[in-house]
């Protein structure tokens, strides 16, 4: 998508909606995030796409470098979250869930996430007094920010339609979201040659090979604690402490944001999702509730220190040591909490669209 100039026009059609609120930059930048997410699923690339042109402008523009780190991290939470998701894959598969039904139990958490932050990142403009500085509204901006990429607009709802009427499976979408990304890379003229499209076949491969290494690394230690039992010494510890559905889901999402500020994510979701899922099931929790709930939790691990994988691509763009940055983090990482306990306390934001398309 970055080769194919979507992720310039995503940016574009952002800055023309809500650049010209104060505090522009901190709407853009969520929004920019929420839009890439729709196309993405990946949390991680979403941070590293946005973050090289937004973080270098917010700096321009008067916010800090630990602000525009720091929003920029949390604002890519969302990857996974809002569909497609190559996590809600991934826990799908190893959980037998419908990845169907969690990608639409994404969609509402994904939005209240989004305008949770850019309700923070308001007062926090207003707290540290960055100067609020925009240019006026205009629907000439508009207008031409979405005539060059009204395109890139049309994948998620492609994707959308895709999987709701039964055309592909999730997986299948995301494949055919990267043929369409390469045929609009060639209808841009960002893609010019054979070597463009080898270039970025050789930086998928790489990713790819990474990524199965670390599955099958994972899968090895998923398979160890099978067979030390780790499901029902978690079990027992967490069935000792906690007597309701609620207590002992609360004690699971405790129990893996800890870990998650440990292990990176891919890793939590392939050795521990299975376990922590049959976990919920055997107290009534329903599978597309703890699923979206679960990445959620391994999403917020992502942003903080000391292993956050989002935030070790953020700072290394931003130059500056995640130490420097976490006093920052602290704001917007309330916010996702605050989602978490909310989606706690009404199941229906995740279930509500599943049970509304699928029944």
């Given at each position: ?105 994404g969609v509402i958490p994904g939005i ?166 049959g976990i919920a099931a055997s107290v ?76």
């Amino acid at each position: 998508m970055n080769k194919a100039g979507i992720t310039k026009r995503i940016l574009d059609i952002a800055e023309a909606l809500v650049g010209s609120l104060k505090g522009g930059l901190t709407y853009v930048n969520v929004l920019a995030a929420m839009m890439m997410a729709s196309i993405s699923g990946s949390g991680t690339a979403c941070a590293a796409m946005l973050g090289k042109t937004l973080i270098p402008d917010m700096e321009e523009r008067g916010y800090s470098k630990e602000y525009a780190v720091a929003l920029t991290s949390c604002a890519n939470v969302v990857g996974p979250i809002i569909p497609p998701s190559t996590l809600f894959i991934l826990y799908g598969y190893y959980t037998n869930t419908s990845v169907a039904n969690l990608f639409m139990g994404g969609v509402i958490p994904g939005i209240v996430i989004g305008i949770g932050l850019m309700i923070m990142g308001r007062f926090v403009c207003k707290a540290k007094g960055y100067r609020q500085e925009v240019e006026p509204f205009s629907l000439r901006k508009l207008g031409g920010a979405l005539y060059r990429g009204w395109a890139a607009l049309c994948i998620p709802v492609f994707i959308f339609v895709a999987i709701v009427f039964g055309w592909t499976t999730a997986s299948e979408a995301g494949a055919l979201t990267c043929v369409v990304s390469l045929v609009l890379g060639i209808c841009y003229k960002s893609i010019r040659s054979w070597k463009d499209i080898m270039e970025v076949t050789k930086s998928a491969a790489h990713s790819t090979c990474t990524i199965f290494t670390l599955l099958a690394l994972s899968g090895i230690f998923a398979n160890v604690l099978v067979r030390a039992h780790f499901q029902e010494v978690i079990e027992e510890i967490l069935f000792s402490i906690a007597h309701t559905p609620t207590t002992i889901l609360l004690a699971i999402i405790i129990f893996i944001f800890i870990l998650g500020m440990f292990v990176d994510v891919t890793p939590m979701v392939i050795m521990f999702a299975a376990t922590f899922a049959g976990i919920a099931a055997s107290v009534g929790i329903g599978a597309v509730h703890f699923g979206v709930l679960f990445t959620l939790i391994c999403m917020i691990g992502a942003v903080t220190p000391p292993v956050g994988g989002i935030l070790f691509v953020t700072t290394t763009i931003g130059n500056i040591s995640m130490t420097k940055i976490t006093p920052m983090l602290i704001p917007f990482i309330c916010v996702l909490l605050v989602v978490t306990v909310l989606l706690i306390a009404f199941p229906g934001m995740v279930t509500f669209i599943p049970t509304l398309l699928f029944g």
